[in-house]
């Protein structure tokens, strides 16, 4: 089967906002009328319930791969977006998740649910890399500009290459595009990932999420733009990466 509207949001490094940018990318897939199932795998701090509002799921994703039930019924769909379903993340100490069986039960919930794009949120690279990257369309590396996370970066996007993770893009999140611009040129020439977007530093971001809020309601607008043009870049189509941005004078920030 074609995997081909499947992608992995991966950290280069904690707290980059790499869960941030899972949720609100599935948002704007979701109100351009496709219908989003996101995955929490990751295995040490799972969030996109909280991310996401939810606080109703039973079933997490141990249910689907132990083949306790499928994704269909253990997925919550979410009351504030209809086109959204969610599968729960778990703890996994002990490194036992039989994460080979996520393929086949994503091409079931595929057709079950008429899913036609996944998001699959993972913390940096780890023992089930391999897998993911074998399954998935599309890897969405999220970093920070600061000099550790993007070292961080520049490690990962060379783990990711060896690894075969397809499409291997970079999103720059939290820019602070009020302050003294740090070239982007530098940060791809770092990093040596191309460019997927960037997305602005918003102070009332992690406010808003505590309310299971989405960047729409809890974020400026040039936050919101930069999720939608990633959505629209990340499947080919032509969109610079500022589009509609608003008081914005882009080449201060490409040089
Ligand atoms: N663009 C942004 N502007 C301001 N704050 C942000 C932005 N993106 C994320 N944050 C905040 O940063 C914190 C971490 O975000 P998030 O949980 O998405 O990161 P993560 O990389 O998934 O973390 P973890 O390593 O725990 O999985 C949250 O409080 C979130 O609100
Ligand atoms: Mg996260």
């Known amino acids: 089967m074609e995997r081909k509207n499947r992608i992995w949001t991966v950290s280069s490094k904690g707290g980059v906002g790499t869960s941030t940018i899972c949720v609100n990318l599935a948002r704007a897939f ?6 989003v199932l996101l995955v929490d795998l990751d295995t040490t701090s799972p969030s996109l319930d909280v991310l996401l509002g939810v606080d109703n799921a039973v079933y997490d994703v141990r249910d ?45 919930a595929e057709k079950d649910l008429g899913i036609s794009v996944v998001l699959l949120d993972t913390h940096s690279p780890g023992r089930y890399a391999k897998t993911i990257a ?13 000099p550790l996370p993007l070292y961080a970066a520049e490690k990962c996007g060379v783990f990711m290459r060896e690894i075969d993770a397809p499409n291997l893009k970079m999103v720059v999140n939290r ?26 530093k918003d102070e009332d971001m992690a406010q ?12 400026s607008h040039n936050t919101v733009c930069g999720f939608r043009n990633i959505a629209h870049r990340l499947f080919g189509q032509h969109c610079p990466l500022f589009s509609g941005f608003k008081k914005f004078d882009r080449k201060k920030f490409i040089g």
């Open 30 to 35: 979701a109100a351009a009328g496709q219908r």
């Open 64 to 108: 689907a791969l132990l083949g306790r039930m499928s994704i269909k019924d253990a997925a919550v769909r979410l009351p504030s977006s209809p086109n959204m379903y969610l599968l729960c993340g778990t703890l996994d100490p002990a490194g036992d998740l039989p994460l080979t069986k996520l393929d086949s039960a994503l091409c079931q």
């Open 134 to 146: 074998s399954i998935v369309s599309h890897t969405v590396l999220v970093t920070e500009p600061l």
């Open 175 to 200: 820019y602070d595009f009020t302050a003294k611009p740090v070239s982007l040129c530098s940060m791809i020439d770092q990093v040596g990932v191309p460019l997927l977007g960037v997305i602005a």
């Open 208 to 219: 808003a999420q505590l309310h299971g809020k989405m960047a729409k309601e809890g974020a």
